[in-house]
C-alpha cells in the first residue's frame, strides 16, 4: 500500500513538473518558427507523460498544450473562427496525448524505450492530423486563399507543404531521438533512488 501511494505521488510531482515543462516550452517553441508556424517542442513532455506517468496524465499535458497554443500561436486561425480555433486546438492536443499513452501502453510489456519512440511517432502524426482535419472542417476556404496567395495550385498542398510540412518533420525526429533517451534517463535516476 505504501509502495502504491509513493508511486501516485511521484507521478502526480512528474506530472506536474511537465505540465510546467509544456508551458514553458511552448513559450520558447513560439519563436522558432519553419513556415509560418512554431514547432512544437511540447511534444516531448507530452510523450515522456505518457511512458512515465499514464495517458491521463498525457491527455491532460495535451490539453495544457492547446491551452497555451490558444495564447501564444493561435491568432492566424481565432481571427478566423474562435470556435472552429478552439476545437482545433484543443483537440488536436488532448487527441495527441492519448494516442501517445495508448501506443506506449501497447508496446510497453515488450520494451519500454521501444513503446516511447512508437509513442513520440504517433504523437506528432495524432497533432498535425487533427490540425489538418481542423484546417479541412473550419478554415478550408481561408486555406485555399492562403495557398494561393503563396503560389500553390491547390489547398492540399499547401496544407502539406506549405503548413506543416518542416515542422512536422522536425517535430518527429526530435520526438523520436529524445523521449527514448529521456525516459531511460528517468529510469536510471528512479533505480538509483
Not at 522536425?170 to 529521456?182: G, K
Amino acid at each position: 500500500m505504501a509502495k502504491t501511494k509513493k508511486t501516485d505521488i511521484e507521478k502526480l510531482v512528474l506530472g506536474g513538473i511537465l505540465t510546467a515543462l509544456v508551458v514553458v516550452l511552448q513559450y520558447l517553441g513560439s519563436f522558432i518558427k519553419f513556415g509560418p508556424f512554431s514547432i512544437s517542442l511540447i511534444l516531448l513532455p507530452i510523450v515522456i507523460g505518457a511512458a512515465t506517468c499514464s495517458t491521463k496524465i498525457s491527455a491532460w499535458l495535451g490539453f495544457v498544450f492547446g491551452v497555451v497554443v490558444l495564447m501564444t500561436d493561435a491568432a492566424a486561425f481565432l481571427a478566423i473562427s474562435v470556435p472552429g480555433t478552439v476545437i482545433t486546438v484543443l483537440a488536436k492536443g488532448i487527441i495527441c496525448g492519448i494516442a501517445a499513452g495508448l501506443a506506449y501502453k501497447l508496446f510497453e510489456k515488450k520494451n519500454i524505450y521501444a513503446a516511447t519512440a512508437f509513442a513520440a511517432i504517433v504523437a506528432p502524426i495524432a497533432n498535425t492530423g487533427i490540425f489538418l482535419l481542423g484546417c479541412v472542417v473550419f478554415f478550408f476556404d481561408t486555406i485555399k486563399d492562403w495557398g494561393a496567395a503563396e503560389g500553390f495550385e491547390n489547398a492540399a498542398t499547401y496544407m502539406i507543404l506549405g503548413l506543416v510540412g518542416a515542422n512536422f518533420l522536425v517535430e518527429l525526429a526530435t520526438n523520436v531521438v529524445l523521449s527514448p533517451v529521456i525516459v531511460r534517463i528517468l529510469n536510471i535516476r528512479k533505480k538509483r533512488a
